[in-house]
């Protein structure tokens, strides 16, 4: 089995990370450098705890303490995926070789 090259992957999807979080929380919205919507891994009533910085890729949920560095930590939290599951996952949406 072939070592999966995370940076590589984060690294593509960093420029398309807007696009990708249009599909993974389409109920979310773009709020500064941020992208703010309800957690769909909880009970969530109301977006504002559950965010995204657009620039860097860190997300948290603030009510909860899950939080993560990168496109592949937040893929994996939302499946509910292994990070390498979540990488190879995202390498194939985005076309990139891991």
Not at 15 to 26: D, E, M, T, Y
Not at 52 to 76: C, E, H, P
Request: glycine share 10%; proline share 4%; no cysteine.
């Amino acid at each position: 089995m072939r070592l999966i090259d995370f940076a590589a992957i984060n690294r593509a999807a960093q420029p398309r990370l807007h696009s990708l979080l249009l599909r993974w929380l389409p109920q979310g919205k773009q709020q500064g450098a941020e992208w703010v919507a309800l957690n769909p891994v909880r009970d969530d009533g109301r977006p504002g705890s559950f965010k995204v910085n657009l620039r860097t890729g860190r997300w948290a949920d603030f009510a909860t303490g899950d939080k993560g560095g990168d496109a592949i930590s937040l893929l994996a939290y939302l499946r509910g995926l292994s990070q390498a599951a979540a990488a190879r996952l995202l390498a194939r949406e985005l076309e990139v070789r891991s």
